[in-house]
């Protein structure tokens, strides 16, 4: 693992702000140039001119990274950023704690992003990862905050400046009902940021908030499809520490049906209780609208509604109900699922609660993974291809404790992300499929593909992720994600929430014409390649004045070398980009150039792998083919991942999918050196590493 801390230029330097998911360097760049003028229009222009520069003449932060948009660029709109100092005298980042009720909506329609928000705010634990709290306007104070969001299974830290886009002397989008608190004002402007802008946030999807801001799994329910017993089931979810969102669709954005709720908008559902009235036990929701206000005034509304009056004040004041327009209300279950018909939860995962909670959370396996044409880019089961795409592992071994349930079975979650997708413009059809396992293999072949039926699937969508949940019974099972069309290029995600004791793994193919690393080779290299009495004298030939062979030295010796043997026409693919990483990844001392004590150590390698490339060269083409290359790596004592052989189908291939002989020398002395410069680093085995930013750039540029 690679410290992000310690990837951070000094303070001489500065990078730009980590991709933004919505938009590409140049709309970062573009916004730049675009934030000079905001500057100009607020006032606030940096202390030198000439470069870009982060400080404004007030020694305060200025973000010239921030995509500003057209509404607060425009001098005719009356908007000014203003920092939080210049809208009121003692700014706070939090008043009293921070509460779901510090959220007003302003000129955007982003309540799926408030009602995350809200959610959030229930949740202490969830709420610091997100949001710093120990930030103020007093100590320490610079014009900027950070936040911290979820992005394809790690935590990204998001910088920005505390300028606000301001009208009347009032903010223009999200604020607090407590004029001097601004920490919901400044995490909007951090997730706009991290979207691409303001307007990148105009509508969306709650639970793609929620997981950004969470980390958890989202899913979508039809709530008139909820057959169960709908406050058990709320309960089971709020127990597990999921985030609860809700909408009704069934009419035009934003507008009110007869009882107050909006039609398009986001809701946050915080609690279900069972609330002891003079008649009996009703069940309850409490429902926050993320605006701060517009309420329900039906049933159990706080506009004087009589259910209230049967309910006791200790009874009331245990559920901590608020009489005011606050946005907040409860309502019945009943409806609930009258005036609402959609609801998005997310299921959080171990590690995400407070210390001593007790709540059951997920156990989280994650993969990634990668989509590559012609290599593990099948395409769905009617494609023909299908047996290329990824496989996993699940093994359910752990049963639900359940004892309402007679049989057996175990629930598991899977949620399929595809990567980057906002950002690449490319939104792919994904998939997800269960079959059952092979009795003895733990990958299925297109023979039992063809045969098998799945168990499960989850139908294509082009949502940046597709949720499938489930319980099976105990047993083996093969999960398959994949796109519709094959042979689409992407990046992937695959989540697997289960109870603990169950697991998810790879599920590796087999390696065809399997041969053990510890099988004896013979010598075949004795047919390719010149004696080492030959090779001392080509070495003699074509190093420099000083004996020292170069890469272009290389080039030319291992050309003529090529020629003498079997393996004559392989040096057609030998090239000068391969001999520059041959000499450096063997050079100790960092000057580009192999004595004869290193060439000789490069040369018994080369025959080494010469030995292993004729071998597992089945049909004797001179070029291994893509499944030959895996076993092919294992006899040379690398063991690689199905990601890595992605990467390898990618990266080192030939146009028809093969790697040439040269190609195949260029490949083992990569992984093979990389492979060793992580364990040096790896001094105490822990399986990670933290390098400085200069470090970093020295092993990836130099290597």
């Known amino acids: 693992m690679i410290n992000s801390r310690s990837l951070s230029l000094s303070s001489e330097g500065s990078l730009p702000p980590p991709d933004a998911d919505d938009a590409d360097s140049d709309e970062l760049m573009g916004s730049q140039s675009r934030r000079w003028l905001a500057d100009l229009l607020a006032g606030d222009m940096p202390s030198h001119s000439g470069d870009v520069g982060e400080v404004g003449r007030d020694g305060l932060f200025v973000d010239y990274h921030f995509p500003v948009g057209d509404l607060e660029l425009d001098i005719r709109s009356g908007v000014k ?9 003692s700014p706070q980042f939090i008043v009293n704690g921070a509460s779901r009720l510090d959220i007003c909506q302003g000129q955007l329609s982003d309540c799926w992003v408030l009602s995350a928000i809200a959610s959030l705010a229930v949740h202490p634990s969830l709420l610091k990862k997100v949001v710093p709290l120990n930030q103020s306007f007093q100590d320490g104070y610079n014009g900027s905050f950070t936040f911290s969001f979820w992005q394809y299974g790690q935590w990204e830290e998001v910088r920005i400046d505390d300028l606000l886009p301001t009208k009347g002397n009032k903010l223009v989008y999200l604020s607090s009902p407590e004029r001097q608190e601004f920490w919901s ?50 309960r089971h979810f709020l127990a597990k520490g999921a985030l609860i969102n809700c909408a009704n669709n069934k009419g035009p954005l934003e507008q009110m049906n007869e009882l107050g709720i909006m039609f398009r908008h986001a809701y946050s559902l915080t609690a279900v209780e069972k609330v002891k009235t003079a008649y009996g036990v009703v069940d309850l929701v409490r ?21 209230w009056k049967t ?3 200790e009874e009331q004041r245990r559920l901590g109900r608020v009489r005011r327009e606050d946005g907040e209300f409860w309502m019945s279950v009943s409806d609930f ?7 998005e939860v997310c299921h959080m995962t171990d590690g995400m609660s407070e210390p001593g909670a007790g709540e059951q959370l997920w156990s989280c396996v994650m993969h990634h993974g990668t989509w590559v044409p012609s290599i593990t880019a099948g395409g769905s089961p009617v494609s023909g291809w299908f047996w290329q795409n990824p496989q996993f592992l699940l093994v359910l071994s752990e049963a639900d404790h359940d004892p309402t349930n007679s049989q057996k079975t175990c629930t598991f979650v899977l949620a399929l992300m595809q990567k980057y997708q906002r950002r690449k413009g490319v939104h792919l059809n994904i998939g997800l499929h269960i079959y059952p396992a092979h009795p003895q293999n733990t990958h299925l072949s297109p023979d039992d593909l063809q045969r098998l039926h799945p168990l499960l699937h989850q139908q294509y969508s082009s949502r940046r992720e597709v949720v499938l949940r489930r319980s099976l019974p105990p047993g083996r099972y093969i999960i398959i994600p994949s796109t519709q069309e094959p042979n689409q290029q992407g990046e992937f995600l695959l989540r697997v929430l289960m109870e603990r004791g169950n697991k998810a793994t790879p599920a590796d193919r087999p390696a065809p014409h399997d041969v053990s690393s510890e099988t004896e080779l013979s010598f075949p290299h004795q047919a390719a390649l ?22 272009l030295h290389l080039h030319r010796l291992l050309t003529e070398a090529i020629q003498q043997g079997v393996l004559a026409g392989s040096e057609k693919f030998l090239a000068l980009e391969h001999c520059k990483s041959l000499v450096v990844l063997m050079d100790s001392q960092g000057i580009a150039q192999l004595n004869w004590p290193e060439f000789q150590t490069l040369w018994d390698k080369i025959r080494r792998w010469t030995d292993i490339f004729l071998v597992f060269d089945k049909n004797k083409t ?28 990618l990266r080192y291939t030939e146009p028809d999918m093969t790697i ?7 490949l083992v002395m990569k992984l093979e050196s990389m492979i060793h410069k992580f364990q040096a680093y790896d001094m105490v085995g822990l399986g990670m590493v933290t390098v400085s930013y200069r470090q970093w750039l020295h092993m990836t540029m130099y290597n």
């Open 81 to 89: 950023w203003k920092r939080p100092k210049e809208l009121c005298s």
């Open 530 to 551: 010149p004696s080492l009495k030959s090779i001392r004298n080509l070495y003699k030939k074509h190093c420099n004045k000083k004996g020292l062979c170069k890469p």
């Open 287 to 307: 429902i926050l609208n993320p605006w701060g206000n517009r309420e329900w005034f039906g049933p159990w509304s706080d506009s004087g509604s009589p259910e």
């Open 185 to 234: 004002s400044l995490l909007e402007k951090a997730y706009a940021k991290l979207k691409g802008g303001y307007r990148a946030l105009d509508m969306g999807f709650p639970h793609e908030a929620m997981v950004d801001m969470t980390g958890g799994v989202a899913e979508v329910f039809n709530i008139t499809l909820l057959t169960s017993n709908l406050p058990d089931l709320l």
């Open 660 to 666: 040439s002989y040269p190609g195949f020398l260029y």
């Open 622 to 649: 001179y070029s291994l083919e893509y499944q030959e290359v895996l076993p092919a790596l294992k006899a040379a004592g690398i063991t690689v991942d199905s990601l890595v052989m992605q990467l390898v189908g």
């Open 337 to 343: 699922q009258l005036h609402f018909d959609v609801m």
């Open 311 to 313: 309910v006791s004040d």
